[in-house]
């Protein structure tokens, strides 16, 4: 935790300003949060299924070797399991 350099007096401005900057993040976060629902609900209503699109770009993440790793972990259970 950082100290305050002047000792336990507060920087109104400044506390003032970090927590607006942070309100706004929140704001634009929500409404990230919706313009993604509603891109989820488009896709569905255009016949695609949202559990996949999300597990894609859970997949898009990793990189190469990552994602090589994720497929045959994903056969060598399936095989496991029998499906």
């Known amino acids: ?3 305050n350099p002047n000792h336990g007096a507060i920087d109104n401005e400044q506390l003032v300003s ?3 900057r942070i309100e706004k993040l929140n ?3 929500a409404a990230i949060a919706a313009d993604i629902k509603e891109i989820y609900s488009e896709a569905k209503s255009a016949g695609f299924d949202p559990k996949y699109i999300r597990q894609m770009i ?3 993440k990793l990189d190469p070797d990552e994602l090589d790793e994720a497929d045959e972990l994903t056969k060598m259970y399936r095989n496991a399991l029998g499906i």
């Open 1 to 3: 935790m950082m100290k």
């Open 18 to 20: 970090i927590i607006e």
């Open 27 to 29: 704001e634009d976060t």
């Open 58 to 60: 859970r997949l898009r």
